[in-house]
Nanobody, 124 residues
Framework: QVQLVESGGGLVQAGGSLRLSCAASGRTFSNNAMGWFRQAPGKEREFVGFISGSGGSVYYGDSVKGRFTISRDNAKNTVYLQMNSLKPEDTAVYYC?????????????????WGQGTQVTVSS
């Protein structure tokens, strides 16, 4: 069993920045890839980014490329999502997830464990 706890969400003006954190416990963290997704009201869950266990491979969704950065600190069992140049359309609940390899890294079905989510609201 894995527990994931996100933090760092909040209200920010367009153009601003936020850093989300996701703390993991329960299993060996450094060997496992992680992902970030987001879901806005009435929309499907959207892929934001993926990071391999070592941090050497990182991929982003098209809508966030060049603005968001994923990183991880395996000593702290934590993965981060730095969000810059935020736009109102980035407003959503953001989730971190534990990649299980059951589907592609950009699909929710590829992840077995999910955090509870943290709300990010970007005002115009």
């Amino acid at each position: 069993q894995v527990q994931l706890v996100e933090s760092g969400g909040g209200l920010v003006q367009a153009g601003g920045s936020l850093r989300l954190s996701c703390a993991a416990s329960g299993r060996t963290f450094s060997n496992n890839a992680m992902g970030w997704f987001r879901q806005a009201p009435g929309k499907e869950r959207e892929f934001v980014g993926f990071i391999s266990g070592s941090g050497g491979s990182v991929y982003y969704g098209d809508s966030v490329k060049g603005r968001f950065t994923i990183s991880r600190d395996n000593a702290k069992n934590t993965v981060y999502l730095q969000m810059n140049s935020l736009k109102p359309e980035d407003t959503a609940v953001y989730y971190c997830a534990w990649y299980s390899g059951t589907d592609d890294y950009n699909r929710p079905d590829g992840y077995r464990y999910w955090g509870q989510g943290t709300q990010v609201t970007v005002s115009s």
